[in-house]
């Protein structure tokens, strides 16, 4: 059973910091291409960052040079660590994880979110201005 369970959000001032956790069970992250989205009511799903099996990592412009995605291989864990959060980051973030092909394992076009297999239950990160 594949299993991605969520755990570091909260409630964190402007300009503040969390670190992202995503514990994954049942399969290989190193294998698989990892992906934090998030989704705020009323508005679409969007990809944040991804971590391919090959390594490279991927973000959306709204993040770049704040976030880091990172992954521990020997903890089968990815992160998301947030730096700089901003109030517009308020979010519910959710882990993603997608395996088969070679094209879809190095997360190429990564942020649709249909395209994965596994997600994680979410959790919640409030930024207050």
């Avoid at 934090?36 to 960052?49: D, I, L, M, S, Y």
């Avoid at 020997?74 to 980051?89: A, H, I, R, W, Y």
């Avoid at 094209?103 to 930024?127: A, E, F, H, L, S």
């Amino acid at each position: 059973q594949v299993q991605l369970v969520e755990s570091g959000g909260g409630s964190v001032q402007d300009g503040g910091s969390l670190r992202l956790s995503c514990a994954v069970s049942g399969i290989a992250a190193s294998d698989h291409c990892m992906a934090w989205f998030r989704q705020v009511p009323g508005k679409e799903r969007e990809g944040v960052a991804s971590f391919a099996s090959n390594d490279n990592t991927y973000y959306d412009e709204s993040v770049e040079g704040r976030f880091t995605i990172f992954r521990d291989n020997g903890k089968n864990t990815v992160f998301l660590q947030m730096n700089s959060l901003k109030p517009e980051d308020t979010a519910m973030y959710y882990c993603a994880a997608r395996g088969g092909s070679f094209y879809r394992k190095i997360c190429g076009d990564w942020k649709t979110g249909t395209t994965y297999n596994y997600w994680g239950q979410g959790i919640q990160v409030n930024v207050s201005a």
